[in-house]
């Protein structure tokens, strides 16, 4: 499992939304693909599907769990406090 957090502070929140901050969904998906590579299961190649289930705001703590689904398939989960925010599942590159 890994854990990504953005401080208040980060540029994406400049206007991203006035009043509501939000992390935009490419950074979410890009911190699943690193976790991803640092669980050694290699390159990201493919996003198969990704559900957005719910925002995620500044400062806050997402959990990142990768499940192996296939082979070359990885399923993940990112929660926050326990609750569901996205969901989907990655296809990694074939290292020759």
Known sequence: MSVFSLPAGHPCFEGHFPGR???????LLDAVFLAVAEAGYGTVSRLRHAKFRAPVG???AMDIILQPL????????C???GAL???GEVEVAVSL
């Open 79 to 81: 929660e926050c406090g």
């Open 58 to 60: 500044p400062d806050v």
């Open 21 to 27: 901050p939000l992390v935009p969904g490419v950074l």
């Open 70 to 77: 296939a082979a070359h398939r990885i399923g993940f989960r």
């Open 85 to 87: 925010v996205l969901a």
